[in-house]
Structure formats: structure tokens, C-alpha cells
């Protein structure tokens, strides 16, 4: 999808919506995602037949409300005049305890695979971790390839509707769960995704306006 490349389409009306939370410190809105997102990832994996089916909606809320508040904080550091590293530390710190949180739910749930999730999270991580390696070595933050966060995050919340939607009887029958299949994709993308930022420094190394 690579939904990361259309970050400058999405920005002026994301620095609209900004406006509504220019009363919070921008840290206590990457932290609150967080606890959304682990909200999310806590009612994911106790989701299951008969009441506890409709935690998959909750699921659903949380971490809507969890993404919807990770991309404003940054916009809210910038408007306010407090954007700093130490910020942009605790923003890419808590995003990757969210990863692990999510698909850690998602894996546990009763839709989901623990062997699938364990090489997801793998995926996932090293795709993170190309993209800011990137500008550890002095080059541009990556935000290329087909799973950037904002892909992860929207197909979850698409599987998570998915999931709401089909009867659960059908969905451990067949065994191929959309879960699932969200997982193998994380596997496939995240490991083409993170090759790609790879072979991107690598190039961005050669280039003659490069210096160390």
C-alpha cells in the first residue's frame, strides 16, 4: 500500500484536526496511544464465542482512537514549538511497544496463530528499524516500501471489522482466518519492505553529495 508516501496529502488535514488537541502536551498523546493501543491488543486476544465476541469491536475502537492520536501528537509538537529528539524518541519508542502489543494480541487471540505472529513481529521490526537506521547513518528517515506504520495500522483495523463480521464457527473451521492472512502479509511486506530501505541506504551511501 505504502500509505507513508501520501504522508503530504494527508497533512493539511491533519493539521486541521490538530487544532482539537493543541491543549495536551504532545508526550501525553504518544503515551495515551500507547495505553489505546495495548487496550486494543488486551481485547483482541481475549475476543471469543458469545459475550466475548463483541471485544473485537472494542478491539476495533481502541485502536482507532490510538491511531488517530499518534498522528496528531507530532503535528501538536510542531504547532506548539516543542517538537525535540527527546521527543521523537519517546514517540518511536512507544510506537514499537505498540507493534509488539498489537500483533502480540493479535496472535493470541482465538483467531490468530502464535508461530505467525512471532515471525510477523520480526518482519516488523526490522522494517522499523531500516527505516531509522536510515538517519542513524546521516541519510533521510525511510518511509519507503509497501508496510509503513500507517499500512499496519489501517489493515488492522480492516481485519478487525472483518473479523466483527464473519461468524467465528466459520472462521476456526476453515482455519485461514483474515488474522492470519494479515500476518503472513506482515511477513511477506515487512521482509520486502525492510530490503528495500536496505538497498535504499546502501545507495544513498554512494551518492557523490554524501559525507560521513
Known amino acids: 500500500m505504502g500509505l507513508d508516501s501520501y504522508r503530504k496529502n494527508a497533512n493539511p488535514a491533519l493539521e486541521k484536526m490538530s487544532s482539537a488537541f493543541m491543549r495536551f502536551n504532545p508526550n501525553t498523546l504518544t503515551i495515551w496511544s500507547f495505553i489505546l ?21 472494542f478491539a476495533f475502537i481502541f485502536l482507532f482512537l490510538s491511531s488517530l492520536l499518534d498522528a496528531m501528537d507530532g503535528f501538536v509538537a510542531r504547532k506548539k514549538g516543542v517538537s525535540s529528539p ?29 508461530y505467525l505472529g512471532i515471525l510477523a513481529l520480526g518482519a516488523v521490526f526490522m522494517t522499523s528499524y531500516m527505516g531509522t537506521q536510515a538517519q542513524a547513518i546521516g541519510l533521510k528517515r525511510n518511509y519507503g516500501g509497501i508496510l509503513g506504520r500507517a499500512d499496519r495500522l489501517v489493515i488492522m483495523m480492516i481485519i478487525l471489522l472483518i473479523e466483527s463480521l464473519i461468524p467465528l464457527e466459520y472462521s476456526l473451521y476453515i482455519e485461514i482466518t483474515p488474522v492470519n492472512l494479515m500476518l503472513i502479509w506482515f511477513i511477506i511486506a515487512g ?3 525492510a530490503a528495500k530501505r536496505f538497498r535504499d541506504s546502501l545507495k544513498g551511501l554512494k551518492e557523490p553529495g554524501f559525507r560521513k
Not at 458469545?50 to 473485537?56: C, D, G, L, R, V
Not at 527527546?86 to 482465538?110: E, P
Open 86 to 114: 527527546s521527543g521523537d524518541m519517546l514517540d518511536h519508542t512507544f510506537d514499537r511497544y505498540s507493534d509488539l502489543a498489537l500483533i502480540t494480541g493479535f496472535s493470541l487471540s482465538i483467531y490468530g496463530n502464535i
Open 191 to 193: 521482509h520486502f519492505t
Open 37 to 57: 493501543a495495548l487496550l486494543s491488543a488486551v481485547f483482541m486476544a481475549i475476543s471469543g464465542r458469545f459475550i466475548a465476541s463483541f471485544f473485537i469491536i
